[in-house]
């Protein structure tokens, strides 16, 4: 996965960056209704259908549509039962971004350093395989309940992440011209700034 990166400018001489970022791998929403919500996007913004994951391919839970336009892949995520978390996360919040994930050379260095920092856990390292090699991934809380994901993908040839297949549609817009995340705004609750 190709991005376009600036290295950070560091104010200290000699001192590193410790935590660079390659840019932004994916942000995931959580949706009440996926296909229709990738549908959109590719409708208004001229994204086009790259990978699934569903009872289809062996999850029970959930399911999942990605699209991409350049380098900027959104992953559109439904329940598939009225439990759970992620069903819980749409009751509370409506659609919207759960997860902002990075990609990064080094996924257990990245969440150690920011835990490290005072970064609050949400899933240790985790290693997913298939056919098309591995991705590493691991994640700290940020804003309320949205995540930021710390994703390795230096060892996968595969069309998205493990257990994801090729989304195949004949509907494929042009593409509207939007080339990358630029950045995201995180929004903090009242006199929470600080923390």
């Known amino acids: 996965m190709e991005t376009l990166t600036a290295k950070p400018e560091n104010k200290q001489k000699g001192a590193a960056d410790f935590l660079p970022i390659n840019g ?4 995931e929403f959580y949706v009440g209704n996926a296909k229709q ?81 005072g970064a609050k856990p949400y899933s240790h390292l985790h290693t ?16 309320g309940d949205t995540v930021h994901i710390f994703v390795e993908r230096k060892n996968y040839e595969g069309v998205f992440m493990p ?3 090729e989304w195949e549609s004949e509907y494929n817009p042009t593409n509207t011209g939007l080339l990358y995340v630029d950045h995201c705004v995180g929004n903090v609750g009242l006199g929470e700034m600080n923390t």
């Not at 919500?37 to 990605?66: N, Q």
């Not at 978390?85 to 749409?90: K, S, W």
């Not at 997913?128 to 804003?143: N, P, Q, R």
């Open 37 to 117: 919500a990738a549908h959109f996007y590719k409708t208004a913004f001229g994204f086009k259908s790259l990978a699934y994951a569903g009872l289809e391919t062996g999850l029970k839970d959930r399911c999942s549509y990605v699209v991409r336009q350049e380098k900027i892949t959104l992953v559109f995520t439904t329940p598939l039962t009225d439990e759970g978390h992620i069903a819980e996360h749409v009751k509370k919040h409506g659609d919207g971004v759960k997860a902002i994930a990075f990609w990064v050379d080094d996924a257990e260095y990245s969440f150690n350093e920011t835990v490290k920092r």
């Open 163 to 165: 257990g994801f297949v």
């Open 128 to 143: 997913e395989k298939d056919l098309d090699g591995h991705v590493k991934t691991a994640a700290i809380h940020t804003y």
């Open 24 to 27: 932004t791998d994916y942000i």
